[in-house]
């Protein structure tokens, strides 16, 4: 039988060095962010039961899950996503806690990826979830918050806000069944006009000609112009018109040019009821950061109240650091005690880093070895510790 | 970072149909017409660097950013799939997707599990779940058309232009499956993060290819 000692699984890997510390450097730097926000961090468990997201509504499609039994052959789940574990938390355990709360994650989830894609079965996320609280302001929260984040990554990012209810909104208007509903929803989400195009030269309303536009509806601020001539009922522009003032909001925070605006963002399987967006960085084929208003999902868990996140895929945004290079850097001191001062030099060890330094203690036989090593590491400094307790400090030639 | 738009062309009949185009929007194609072996080909005078490659890989460069645009065939997005927009469809290399046989047979008679074979088993699983039909699916390499003649399949699923292979083997399509023609896939960060300059090449792409129905 093949063995598979030597592999990591397909989807997964390990990381070293500058890859933990490009990864280290966007979660911190979140962390900092949210949490000078005032939110406060939960962990949820890697396992879930399947039940958590397999329930009324179905966001998940299971053959993407990673599925395995417990000792009672109850079907678990590696933790595919991190909202839904967060919805489930805040009608639980945080059931006494008043609204609004805030909260932030840094977490990996796993998701069955067509084999030989390249993509990650295991990715770190970071984010944030407010659960409750007055939805005009947390949304124009939740979004600045984005914007900082993307920040983080990349300053020359893109964050793009969209609305799933224009199309929640048209759709029944046009009388079509479930099944051409869905290829009007995937003709607008991948933008394919020409097939959109064609379902809709069928019909002869407003709601199919403004159906036929919302992909071309992207960009800058001239959308809203160019949007306002397909709305139609007072509903429809009463949403362009809070689309609009949270995009100025958001434009007055941030670099208006990093904000954009795409009336075609309508993606399926999620648990979004209105406000959705997407953050793109250089150098990442896919958003780094996806988030959304979900009014419906903590009341599918038993609490009804609206919410608004966002997560980061942290790994995407790693990557990106590591391509542009991170230092690790070298520990200043290489401190190496002789036969017999074994002790004495990790007390020394010590006292280098209380006055701030950060050291390297040698296990290694000679002071010749140790010196190489220090030499091949870029450490500039060796400490050579003799049995007497006296130091001798040498300066490394690189 | 690459400030550039790559465009990934599928190699063969579409690239020579697509540097067709090229042409007429007035861009230097000279280095793709003598191209050698090179596989990265730029435009003088543009922004624009073109990379040549098989069908299936369109997609995945396309996918994964390191392509901003691609021309790729309808039948391989469909049986690959995968996230990016599907912007235009530019009108050459229109064939179809077709269910084919034995002359005279009729693929639907009977109880038994029909057994199909054919190039493109996504498009083959997702045609007959359409239908909630049961069939074993065999994976062909090369020419489909002998599997049912020496009796490993009922049918099969492939890619009809003219019809004449299957004609000259004693084969006949049963039913039309999907239209197929050239498809100009964008991937879906390049065209927020570079809006202006692919919507511009996507436009004069639109306004230059054959089919004005778009």
């Known amino acids: 039988m093949k063995r598979y000692d030597l592999l990591t699984p397909e989807g997964t890997r390990d ?27 939960v962990m949820t468990p890697g396992l879930e039961f399947f039940d958590v997201f397999n329930g009324k509504v179905r966001y998940f499609p299971q053959e993407t899950m990673y599925k395995l039994v417990d000792g009672k052959n109850r079907l678990m789940v590696l933790r595919p996503d991190n909202t839904m574990p967060i919805a489930r938390l805040a009608a639980t355990r945080l059931r ?11 977490q990996s989830i796993f998701v069955v990826n067509p084999k030989n894609s390249g993509r990650d079965d ?47 909104e048209l759709i029944p208007q046009l009388g079509a069944d479930e099944e051409l509903a869905e290829s009007i929803r995937e003709f607008i989400e991948t933008k394919n006009y020409p097939a959109l195009g064609e379902i809709m030269s069928g019909y002869d309303s407003k709601a199919a000609a403004a159906i036929g536009k919302l992909p071309e509806l992207f960009g800058g601020a001239e959308v809203f112009a160019e949007a306002e001539k397909y709305m139609f009922t007072d509903s429809l522009r009463e949403r362009l018109r809070e689309l609009k003032a949270l995009y100025d ?58 919410a608004i996140g966002f997560a980061v895929n942290v790994e995407a945004a790693a990557k990106v650091l590591y391509a542009r290079g991170v230092g690790v850097p070298a520990p200043d001191v290489l401190v190496h005690g002789e036969q017999g001062a074994e002790t004495a030099a990790l007390k020394h060890c010590g006292e280098l880093i209380s006055e701030g330094l950060t050291v390297y203690h040698s296990l290694f036989e000679c002071p010749k070895c140790a010196a190489e090593y220090a030499k091949a590491h870029n450490i500039r400094r060796i400490d050579i510790v003799s049995a007497d307790g006296s130091v001798k400090s040498e300066e490394v030639r690189q | 970072m690459n400030s550039k738009v790559r465009i990934a ?54 996918e994964h950013g390191v392509c901003d645009i691609g021309v790729v065939g309808k039948d391989t997005i469909m049986e690959h799939g995968g996230k990016f927009f599907e912007v235009l469809d530019l009108g050459f290399g229109r064939c179809k997707f077709a269910l084919a046989g034995k002359k005279g047979g009729s693929f639907y008679d009977g109880y038994g599990v029909k057994t199909v074979a054919t190039k493109y088993p996504a498009v083959t699983r997702a045609f007959f779940e359409s239908k909630g039909m049961d069939v074993d699916i ?23 232009e003219t019809g004449t292979t299957l004609k000259e ?46």
Not at chain 1, 96 to 106: A, C, D, V
Not at chain 1, 278 to 284: A, D, K, P, S, W
Not at chain 2, 195 to 210: A, F, T
């Open chain 1, 249 to 306: 909001s958001i434009c007055g925070i941030c670099p208006a040019d990093r904000i954009r605006v795409d009336l075609g963002l309508v993606h399926k399987k999620n648990y979004y009821t209105g406000i959705l967006f997407r953050g793109y960085v250089q150098g990442y084929g896919r958003p780094v950061l996806s988030g959304g208003r979900y009014d419906k999902l903590l009341g599918d868990f038993g609490r009804e109240a609206a």
């Open chain 1, 96 to 106: 006494g806690e008043q609204l609004p709360l805030k909260l932030f994650y840094n």
């Open chain 1, 122 to 168: 295991e990715f770190t996320q970071s984010g944030i979830e407010i659960l409750g609280g007055k939805s005009g302001a947390a949304d124009i929260e939740a979004l600045s918050l984005a914007a900082k984040a993307l920040a983080v990554c990349d300053e020359d990012y893109r964050l793009e806000i969209g609305d799933n209810g224009f199309f929640r």
């Open chain 2, 9 to 62: 062309l599928t190699k063969g009949r579409i690239e020579s149909k697509a540097v067709e185009l090229l042409d007429r929007i007035g861009y230097d194609t000279s280095e793709l017409k003598n191209k050698g072996r090179r596989l990265i080909l730029s435009i003088p005078n543009e922004d624009i660097e073109v990379v040549l490659a098989k069908a299936a890989d369109v997609i995945t460069y396309v």
């Open chain 1, 15 to 41: 990381l070293l060095f500058e890859e933990c510390a490009a990864k280290r450097a966007v979660t911190e730097g979140l962390t900092d962010l949210f949490e000078s926000y005032g939110y406060s961090e």
């Open chain 2, 138 to 160: 065999v994976k062909i390499e090369g020419s489909v058309e002998l599997a049912p003649l020496v009796g490993l399949s009922d049918g099969i699923v492939d890619i009809v």
């Open chain 2, 169 to 214: 083997n004693g084969l006949d399509v049963f039913e039309d499956v999907a239209p197929i023609s050239a498809r100009l896939i964008v991937n879906t960060v390049s065209m927020k993060l570079k809006q202006e300059r692919v919507s511009e090449i996507v436009r004069l792409i639109k306004e230059n290819c054959d089919d004005k129905n778009n």
